[in-house]
């Protein structure tokens, strides 16, 4: 996640949330946080990669007038395999 999603924690209890850490007025980062922050910044890029890579089969990102949700979990799914065969060859 970035910092633009900071309330995400208290509407999701989850435990695999990361948020970057972000300086406060009173507080500057810590040397560990100013090093944690850019690793977790390239973790997000290429997730944020794979997703623009998957829109590029439009199905995906105009609208799907469809109401089965299983439909779209199988296109979704066709959609990932491609990608994925497109970035292994």
Same mark, same amino acid.
């Given at each position: 996640?970035? #910092?633009?999603? +900071? /309330?995400?924690?208290?509407?999701?209890l989850?435990?695999?949330?990361? =948020?970057?850490?972000?300086? &406060?007025?009173?507080?500057?980062?810590?040397? &560990?946080?100013?090093?944690?922050?850019? %690793?977790? +910044?390239?973790?997000?890029?290429?997730?944020?990669?794979? =997703?623009?890579?998957?829109? %590029?089969? %439009?199905i995906?990102?105009? %609208? !799907?007038?469809?109401? #089965?949700?299983?439909? *779209?979990?199988?296109?979704? /799914?066709?959609? +990932? /395999? !491609?990608?994925?065969? *497109?970035? +292994?060859?």
């Open positions: 996640m970035d #910092l633009g999603y +900071a /309330g995400i924690i208290k509407d999701y989850c435990k695999s949330i990361s =948020i970057p850490h972000q300086k &406060t007025k009173n507080s500057p980062l810590k040397d &560990t946080q100013k090093d944690e922050n850019p %690793r977790m +910044a390239s973790v997000r890029i290429k997730v944020e990669h794979s =997703i623009v890579g998957m829109k %590029r089969y %439009r995906l990102s105009d %609208r !799907l007038r469809n109401h #089965l949700i299983d439909l *779209y979990d199988d296109i979704l /799914g066709v959609c +990932a /395999g !491609l990608w994925n065969f *497109y970035l +292994a060859n």
